[in-house]
């Protein structure tokens, strides 16, 4: 598998906030969101076992870049992980649908649409194991109020979070997007890693 980085830390943000796992970062991405330095970051070349003996504790997170791109690895990651009992968690930007048996081992796939992109809501909006996670923000891929309110209240709430654009520890959008939350009644999600300047 081609990935920047594997490392043991606690989840930033999102419906898993606060708990602990292993990050397995894979490189490349099909967007270019402004901003994102995801293919300037150097990589290399793993075996899927020799990734899952890099892989600490229950929890683990494997994120991007866009992990949907090496979708082979992908699955044979999972299964392997799925055979050894632990609580696999995928961020994707929901552009390549995951195959409904791989999705059936994941215990929480977290979708971040970026705006303009075709991220296949449909498909996404229908699994249970499945939460949506808006950025909101000015730069050209995050979302407007106006478009969240008029897309959030078709979804199912519980599974809705709505997060700031923020890579400053004063992560500033914070409170439109927690009083945005609020309105909406869906989940608000904060950057604790920003805010903490951890990993
Ligand atoms: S989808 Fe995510 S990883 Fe890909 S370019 Fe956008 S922010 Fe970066």
Redesign the pocket.
């Known amino acids: 598998m081609r990935l920047i980085e594997i490392f043991y830390s606690m989840q930033g943000e999102g419906p898993a906030m606060g708990r602990p796992a292993t990050f397995v970062r894979l490189a490349g991405?099909n967007?270019?969101?402004q901003g994102?330095d995801?293919d300037e970051r150097p990589c290399r070349e793993l075996s899927v076992p020799d990734v899952r003996e890099s892989i600490q504790g229950k929890r683990v997170v494997i994120t991007?870049?866009?992990p949907t791109l090496q979708m082979e690895e992908l699955s044979q990651l999972i299964s392997l992980l799925h055979d050894l009992g632990k609580e696999i968690h995928i961020e994707t930007?929901g552009t390549n649908p995951i195959p409904e048996e791989m999705l059936d081992k994941i215990h929480c796939a977290v979708v971040s649409p970026?705006r303009g992109s075709d991220f296949h809501l449909d498909f996404w909006a229908g699994k249970k194991n499945v939460h949506l996670k808006f950025v909101l923000g000015k730069a050209p891929?995050c979302w407007t109020f106006e478009l969240l309110e008029q897309l959030v209240p078709a979804l199912a709430k519980e599974r809705v979070w709505i997060m700031a654009y923020g890579t400053d520890q004063d992560m500033q959008g914070a409170r439109e997007a927690w009083d945005l939350a609020l309105r909406l009644d869906v989940n608000y999600s904060d950057r604790l890693h920003i805010r903490l300047k951890r990993r």
């Open positions: 991405c967007l270019r969101c994102c995801t991007g870049g866009e930007n970026k891929w």
